[in-house]
């Protein structure tokens, strides 16, 4: 009778066990896989742009201060960017020949930001608009930003910006593209992991060719 | 003054004794009965389309209480938790928003309920039962990639048939065994984009549960 009691009781606790799991908590999510998020202007026409111009570092935003950054990684990382663009016919041009799109390339870093409001990483050390030759003006996206409520796992931010309409924008550089990859700072991904997720950025926006 | 107090503790006795032989020669009839169980709950119709997969992470409590041999009515609390995992896949939005990621959809629902029972053979070791309840049921909603956790909360009118039959482990025993099953549905819907619209959710519980049984 004991006994039998006993593994009635340890059937119980099993299934009260089972019937209590939920789903993996937010860590091992994390861990998984990184996240490509993008958005694009649905208004705008990306044949319009023939030929483009990418920052000369990779701005790393972290919870005290910010630098730009050109060693291998950020370099493999603004070259995959470069490597896409080209594929879909745009051509590379020096920022101060006019090009018609300007990319911004910024990882950031913030372990301890619970809210964000979309482009605070603008006054946080990020590419200044006068580096692409407009000192007057602000960024501004055309439509309704990816929400992001925190960015403590690491993420990429890669921002397309409208050089060729600035002037007909109201002294607005319009992001007609934003994509993020998420996920950086959890330890298991690898700069190659990175490198073919800058690949699933484009490949989900199909939208981005030259011709 | 002695005697009559013991006279008035003897004639209670008596009578205590009696109703306990009373009960006694009653068997198998309970006059209340409380149940814990697991639940196994499969989705259906709308519901199945958020979640499809059948969730062995639920159960349920019960109270009943005998109005007169055979009928029933009673409470019911439970709680079921449902998630898939999707493989990474690209989602689009209709506004130039694209996410590849791992996804997971989940929900959790709460039934509390009030309900009525028929129970065909209430002085036989095995009481087979039908009943219908109805009530409210909180749900919770999520599609999660990452931290990103979208999710509503609501509050729906629930109803559910159920099918079962009670197991009684001897004929004075306070313990037996409930099996059964309850189809469900309930008034909640919700919206995560214009493609991903849910109303009324159905499923199926097969609940296994252990039984308390007062005389």
């Known amino acids: 009778m004991k006994k039998k009691i006993k593994l009635l009781a340890m059937v119980a606790a099993v299934m009260f066990m089972i019937s209590c799991a939920t789903y993996p908590g937010m860590d091992s999510r994390l861990a998984e896989d990184l996240v490509v998020i993008t958005k694009y202007d649905v208004g705008t026409n990306f044949t319009q742009y023939k030929t483009f111009s990418i920052v000369d570092s990779v701005s790393v935003i972290s919870d005290r201060d910010?630098?730009?950054?050109?060693?291998?990684?950020?370099?493999?990382?603004?070259?995959?960017?470069?490597?896409?663009?080209?594929?879909?016919?745009y051509q590379k041009v020096n920022r101060t020949a006019k090009p018609d799109l300007g990319i911004n390339v910024g990882v950031v870093k913030i372990t301890?930001?619970?809210?964000?409001?979309?482009?605070?990483?603008?006054?946080?050390?990020?590419y200044n608009p006068a580096y692409w030759g407009y000192p007057s003006y602000n960024y501004w996206y055309p439509y309704y930003p990816p929400a992001v409520s925190t960015y403590s796992t690491g993420t990429v931010i890669i921002d397309m910006v409208d050089l060729k309409n600035a002037p007909a924008h109201n002294n607005k550089l319009y992001i007609e593209w934003i994509a993020l990859i998420r996920g950086l700072m959890t330890g298991y991904h690898t700069l190659q992991d990175v490198l073919d997720n800058v690949d699933q950025c484009f490949a989900q926006t199909p939208q981005i060719r030259a011709n | 003054?002695?005697?009559?107090?013991?006279?008035?503790?003897?004639?209670?006795?008596?009578?205590?004794?009696?109703?306990?032989?009373?009960?006694?020669?009653?068997?198998?009839?309970?006059?209340?009965?409380?149940?814990?169980?697991?639940?196994?709950?499969?989705?259906?119709?709308?519901?199945?389309?958020?979640?499809?997969?059948?969730?062995?992470?639920?159960?349920?409590?019960?109270?009943?209480?005998?109005?007169?041999?055979?009928?029933?009515?009673?409470f019911e609390f439970g709680w079921n938790n449902y998630y898939k995992k999707y493989p990474r896949n690209t989602y689009?939005?209709?506004?130039?928003?694209?996410?590849?990621?791992?996804f997971y959809t989940y929900s959790f629902v709460v039934p509390w309920k009030v309900g009525a029972y028929y129970y065909f053979m209430p002085s036989a070791i095995a009481d087979p039962y039908v009943g219908l309840s109805f009530g409210g049921d909180y749900m919770e909603e999520h599609i999660m990639v990452q931290e990103y956790d979208i999710y509503n909360t609501q509050w729906g009118f629930t109803m559910s048939p159920e099918l079962g039959v009670l197991i009684k482990f001897g004929k004075y025993s306070h313990w037996g065994a409930n099996v059964s099953a309850q189809y469900w549905f309930n008034t909640n819907s919700f919206t995560f984009t214009d493609v991903d619209s849910y109303s009324t959710m159905q499923g199926l519980n097969f609940n296994v549960g252990l039984t308390y049984l007062l005389r």
């Open chain 2, 92 to 102: 689009y939005g209709g506004d130039g928003l694209a996410v590849t990621g791992i």
């Open chain 2, 1 to 74: 003054m002695k005697k009559i107090f013991l006279s008035i503790i003897a004639a209670l006795l008596l009578t205590v004794t009696v109703q306990a032989q009373e009960k006694a020669a009653s068997g198998y009839n309970p006059t209340s009965l409380y149940t814990l169980s697991w639940t196994l709950g499969v989705p259906l119709g709308s519901f199945n389309n958020f979640i499809n997969t059948v969730s062995p992470a639920g159960g349920n409590f019960t109270g009943r209480y005998f109005l007169k041999k055979g009928l029933a009515v009673g």
């Open chain 1, 66 to 89: 910010s630098s730009k950054i050109l060693d291998a990684q950020a370099q493999a990382l603004l070259n995959q960017i470069i490597g896409n663009m080209q594929a879909r016919g």
């Open chain 1, 112 to 126: 301890n930001v619970t809210y964000y409001y979309p482009g605070w990483y603008w006054d946080n050390g990020y």
